[in-house]
């Protein structure tokens, strides 16, 4: 049998996903790019944007006219609104939260479905078990009778009890080289534009011992970009009332771990947000070599009275202090943010300073988002009142001014040559495509796949704004990484 998984949504969406495809090929099944052909049919749905909800409804309104050809089944888990929730129970066959996941193959189970792995004891849980080889499975053995799932495996009220177990699951990394460690869940801060406190939940943090397991285990594989992941990452730590460590004490146990490695990686954590960012978090980045110089700072805008209209807790002032801080002790590291425009009530005057705070700032990249109502967001229930057209007008102002700032310091790379990771074939034919440390795309010409995944010596001879252009010089010897 197999099964097909649409991911919609944040990095945080993708590595959530990579757990549930390990639980369904512990269990057998077997993944296909063609849905068409799957059996077991899911989504990792994301409350962020409308559009993505309408997404969902479209694909299973398919699978089921689906049903009348052929048995499948259908679930859906992730990011989900209370809202929602009930739409989706008339909808797909299963419902259920992230935190739930490792009670997922009784759920199938209780569904009546007998899987690839036979009836071999889905009640020993997580221990290990033998499966038949592929060739011996018998197809005809498996049936799909409808049963009535337990409402308590459907209730999503409380979608951040029982994190700590489906953090217990080995993903199915989608990568050899690059991989997410999730180290939080939920979040405290409840902005107005944002519905993640109510589709995760409270913030929780995952203990240090796991991820530092999960990291050496990465390191050991030879995994070389991994990335924490968390709704707010420098809160980490704060929930368990000073039983476990600060992120800054998490980075320092990465460091100190990558000290004493020979492999070379590259460490990085999205996303922080500016009321939690210490200075000790920068401090401790500049002390090792593996973490990253990188930092990814959401700003969402640059006038204060539309950060408090979003309720982000943080003022333009703050949020300089951290810029400073980091061109003063990470002179090398490239910056990122998050921006919105055309959020409610949003001024010509607000939207100017956020273009000055662009010019500031000098981000080497920003994802500027044209603001659409998060459904179960405080901001839905406000009128929407910026038309698409200045929304759109906002758009490009900001990204010119963006466009400005990334092509000064891409053609100040020309003629350094720079260590990167090679991600994978570019676009442009006969090319491959890597990222630096500070995740500024460099593309150079090569046939040679084998070095994706590996870092190599790129001489930077061209740029653009978001991009540029070099020479393979060398793949990299490997040497400890503070050799």
């Avoid at 949504?9 to 590595?15: D, E, L, R, Y």
């Avoid at 005809?140 to 459907?154: C, E, N, T």
């Avoid at 390191?219 to 600060?246: A, F, H, W």
């Amino acid at each position: 049998m197999k099964y097909h998984i649409v991911q919609l949504g944040c990095q945080m969406n993708i590595s959530d996903g990579e757990r549930v495809q390990k639980v369904l090929d512990k269990l057998g099944f077997e993944p296909t790019d063609n849905e068409a052909e799957a059996n077991l049919l899911g989504v990792i749905a994301c409350s962020v944007r409308q559009k993505a909800i309408d997404k969902v409804y479209s694909r299973v309104q398919k699978w089921n006219k689906w049903k009348n050809k052929k048995n499948l089944i259908t679930f859906v888990t992730g990011c989900v609104l209370p809202a929602d929730r009930e739409k989706f129970l008339k909808q797909f066959d299963m419902v259920f939260t992230m935190s739930e996941l490792p009670g997922f193959p009784e759920m199938i189970q209780q569904y009546g479905i007998v899987t690839p792995a036979g009836m071999q004891s889905l009640d020993k849980g997580w221990q290990e078990m033998e499966f038949p080889e592929k060739e011996s499975r018998n197809e005809a053995a498996f049936r799909f009778d409808k049963a009535v799932l337990p409402q308590d495996k459907r209730d999503l009220s409380h979608p951040e009890k029982g994190i700590e177990e489906f953090w217990h699951i080995t993903p199915k990394y989608g990568s050899g080289y690059e991989a997410y460690i999730p180290i939080q869940n939920g979040c405290n801060k409840f902005c107005t534009y944002c519905a993640v406190p109510y589709t995760r939940g409270r913030e929780v943090s995952r203990p240090s011992g796991e991820i530092m397991r999960e990291l050496k285990d990465l390191v050991e594989k030879g995994y070389k970009s991994i990335t924490l992941l968390g709704q707010n990452v420098n809160s980490y730590g704060l929930d368990k009332n000073g039983e476990e460590v600060s992120f800054a004490g998490l980075l320092r146990m990465i460091g100190e771990f990558g000290n004493r490695r020979k492999e070379k990686f590259w460490l990085y954590f999205t996303s922080p947000h500016p009321r939690d960012m210490t200075d000790e978090v920068i401090e401790v980045i500049a002390q090792y070599s593996c973490l990253a110089k990188q930092i990814h700072l959401p700003i969402q805008s640059g006038d204060d009275a539309m950060l408090e209209h979003m309720n982000r807790k943080h003022t333009v002032e703050r949020y300089r202090h951290i810029v400073q801080t980091i061109r003063r002790l990470l002179p090398e590291a490239t910056l990122f943010t998050d921006i919105i425009v055309g959020f409610t009530g949003e001024t010509d005057e607000q939207i100017e300073n956020t273009r000055k705070a662009i010019e500031e700032f000098r981000y080497n990249m920003a994802y500027i988002a044209q603001y659409s109502p998060r459904p179960g967001a405080v901001s839905s229930r406000w009128t929407d009142d910026i038309p698409k057209e200045v929304k759109k007008k906002r758009y490009h102002m900001l990204t010119e001014e963006l466009m400005k700032h990334t092509l000064t310091y891409n053609k100040s790379m020309i003629g350094k040559t720079m260590t990167a990771l090679v991600r994978g074939k570019d676009r442009k034919s006969g090319y491959l495509s890597a990222l630096t440390e500070g995740k500024i795309i460099v593309r150079f010409a090569s046939a040679d796949e084998s070095l994706i995944g590996q870092f190599v010596k790129v001489k930077i001879n061209s740029a653009a704004p978001f991009s540029t252009e070099g020479e393979l010089i060398t793949k990299e010897i490997e040497h400890p990484v503070n050799a």
